[in-house]
T-cell receptor
Framework: AQSVAQPEDQVNVAEGNPLTVKCTYS??????LFWYVQYPNRGLQFLLK??????LVKGSYGFEAEFNKSQTSFHLKKPSALVSDSALYFC???????????FGSGTKLNVKP | EAQVTQNPRYLITVTGKKLTVTCSQN?????MSWYRQDPGLGLRQIYY???????DKGDVPEGYKVSRKEKRNFPLILESPSPNQTSLYFC????????????FGPGTRLTVL
């Protein structure tokens, strides 16, 4: 079965420190990988995606993500966290036989001042 | 402004009373889909549509219907809502290519009593 895993329900980090939100997937083929952010009472907003090429992709608000094909992972990173980064983050993968979208369960990021 | 709109944003109803949640996008996108978001489960796809008059089941289609008579609209219909359909619902669209990111609506919070 196709699946996306975000192993941490919550990540806590101090402002100014680097952050990592983990994502691993089990989706057949050469899937496309995405990260979205959800602020309270809002819809999901696109952050970045991996299509092909350089394993490190850069996105909005200073976020970046590293694709690792051998580990089937796509971890979200930021060198210096801001309090305003506090939100719910979703990893998504599109692929498989029917090219469907699969979402992780979400990771709540808490950045403390 | 390019956007996906959903109505209503909040709805409280009773078991068995038919309801429709509307979704409209103004970006001429081919692909549209519906998701439900439940705590700890992330987003699960209900139905999707690759184009007008083409719809297909997602992962959790039971109890839902959709139609795609026009490119811009993709309503979600609950013929006989039940309490287990209490959830946060999101409509999304994208241009249609596999690597395109999705654009999400603001969400509809549905409570079925």
């Amino acid at each position: 079965a196709q699946s996306v895993a975000q192993p941490e329900d919550q990540v806590n980090v101090a402002e100014g420190n680097p952050l990592t939100v983990k994502c691993t997937y089990s989706v057949s083929g050469n899937p496309y990988l995405f990260w979205y952010v959800q602020y309270p009472n809002r819809g999901l907003q696109f952050l970045l995606k991996y299509i092909t090429g350089d394993n490190l992709v850069k996105g909005s608000y200073g976020f970046e993500a590293e694709f690792n094909k051998s580990q089937t992972s796509f971890h979200l990173k930021k060198p210096s966290a801001l309090v305003s980064d506090s939100a719910l983050y979703f990893c998504a993968v599109r692929g498989g036989s029917f090219n469907k979208f699969y979402f992780g369960s979400g990771t709540k990021l808490n950045v403390k001042p | 402004e390019a956007q996906v709109t959903q109505n209503p944003r909040y709805l409280i109803t009773v078991t068995g009373k038919k309801l429709t949640v509307t979704c409209s996008q103004n970006m001429n996108h081919e692909y549209m889909s519906w998701y439900r978001q439940d705590p700890g489960l992330g987003l699960r796809q209900i139905y999707y549509s690759m184009n007008v008059e083409v719809t297909d089941k997602g992962d959790v289609p039971e109890g839902y219907k959709v139609s795609r008579k026009e490119k811009r609209n993709f309503p979600l219909i609950l013929e006989s809502p039940s309490p287990n359909q209490t959830s946060l619902y999101f409509c999304a669209s994208n241009p249609g290519l596999p690597y395109n990111e999705q654009f999400f609506g603001p969400g509809t919070r549905l409570t079925v009593l």
